[in-house]
């Protein structure tokens, strides 16, 4: 970055927001930094160097002169220049010390990596009260602690243990009470990739309220998910503001802490005890429109179902399957979240008839295997019949079986690795002109094994969104039609 250069007049409507300069600071000073790649703090400095953070980058530790080929400085007094946020990865112990340096600098954002406060013993609460009280007394902000955050794909900046080799730009953005996404993150970042992640941690200084109001006013960010073990924040404020947010945006929640033994478990790892009646939260969500996530697979799907596809205008599925036994499966799957079965026009019926075996199949499900059985001269042709389905007036999404096994036959024909891969290619090819009529549509897989997961990562690095099963896949399409409903009844604009 040159000198000088302002990056925190990104192009989103919350830079007015005290969040903001959290997520594009100019300066950010890492306290703990170390050179020793054994040591957890390693990546703090290493992953914004390596990932080009737009910022400044300055290491603080008395050791060392020079860590991943920047200056280091002994403390933060002795950095010649002004820090927008200091980053506090030392012992909770040593945390007052550097709070009340960062008093005296004028340095008002704080991330607390640290842990050891209100979920240690009698020790760590009256640390954690006496840095709140700090904080208060002296108009800090501070996230955490207990933290590893924040993460920004716009300007690459990232707090993070873990190495991280890219950050995929996406428009999902994550708040998380725990750093149990830490292990996820390039997982999320190849499944639907992320705009910003906020580890809200012991929840000391900045909570759910103030995450919600942000990323709600973030015009980068086009879905909110978030996990959540208790409510912090004033509880009225934060139904009100999540029902003016899903009006504008989706917001998925992943409420953990639902039961008694849950609660403590969540109070010795976070500090935060979770008293709120989980049927009182759930009757939160439902008249918010929020959609509620039933478990962590569940959070994760409906994060990427929300980034790839838009809502369909009604609950009419179309189901194409290679097989019989598994179109059953995904019938059941689809009632049993509320989809209807779509029923085809005539016109539907005479382009897929062009295609049937020498008898009479179904329409929905459709059964592509047995039809690709008697076409397997002139495939490319029978394949572009079924985006007569997609096109279908009375179909308002589709969702459809991975045909693993059509790529598995031509690497039994030719084995290289190049003839997979144009294969690959023509299928993804084919997958996105069935997005072309605009209408959501998604697939499952069956096999599950090496060669699918290439297959997979191909399909979504598309933003067509692959599950594996037919029960994730009939609810993810079931949660986009249920959100769409909710702005339907609100008169709210879809996005």
Partial sequence: MAAGEDISNSGTQSNNHFLHNFFYPDTVA?????????????????????????GKVIPINPNSDEIAGLRAYKSLKDVPEKIDVAVLSIPAGRCLAVIRECIDLGIKRIVMVAGGFSEGDSEGMERHEEARRLIRENGLRIIGPNTLSPVNAENNFAISFHRLNTLKRGGVSFVFQSGLYEYKLNWINEQAGVNK????????????????????????????????????????????????????????????????????????????????????????????????????????????????????????????????????????????????????????????????????????????????????????????????????????????????????????????????SRMMDFMV????????????????????????TEFVRRIEAHSIPVYPSQERSARAMAALYGYSEYIRRNNSPLR
């Fill in 30 to 54: 890492i306290v703990g930094a170390t050179k020793n790649a054994m040591k957890i703090n390693y990546q703090l400095v290493e992953n914004n160097v390596r990932l080009n953070f737009r």
């Fill in 429 to 452: 090819k084919f997958f996105l002109s069935m997005k072309k009529s605009g209408k959501p549509f998604c697939l499952w897989r069956s096999a599950m094994d090496e060669m699918e």
């Fill in 197 to 420: 992640v906020l580890d809200l941690g012991n929840k000391m200084d900045v909570n759910e309220v103030d995450a919600l109001e942000y990323l709600g006013g973030d015009s980068s960010t086009r879905v909110i998910a978030m996990h959540m073990e208790s409510i912090c924040g004033d509880g009225r404020e934060f139904s009100s503001l999540l029902k003016k947010t899903t009006g504008e945006k989706p917001v998925i929640i992943l409420k953990s802490a639902r039961t008694k033994a849950g609660s403590q478990a969540a109070a010795s790892h976070t500090g935060s005890l979770a008293r709120e009646n989980d049927a009182v939260f759930d009757g939160l969500i439902k008249q918010s429109g929020a959609v509620r996530a039933h478990n962590l697979e569940d959070f994760f799907d409906l994060a990427k179902t929300f980034a790839f596809l838009d809502p369909p205008k009604g609950n009419r599925v179309a189901i194409i399957t290679l097989s019989g036994g598994e179109g059953v499966i995904a019938t059941d799957a689809c009632e049993m979240h509320g989809l209807q079965l779509a029923e085809f026009s005539r016109k539907s019926y005479a382009i897929l008839k062009e295609i049937f075996p020498p008898w009479e199949v179904p329409l929905n499900p459709f059964d592509s295997g047995v039809c690709f059985e008697f076409h397997t001269d002139d495939f490319e042709n029978a394949l572009n019949k079924l985006t007569a389905i997609q096109e279908d007036d009375g179909v308002d999404c589709v969702i459809m079986q991975l045909p693993t096994t059509v790529v598995e036959r031509v690497k039994a024909i030719d084995p290289s690795d190049d003839a997979l």
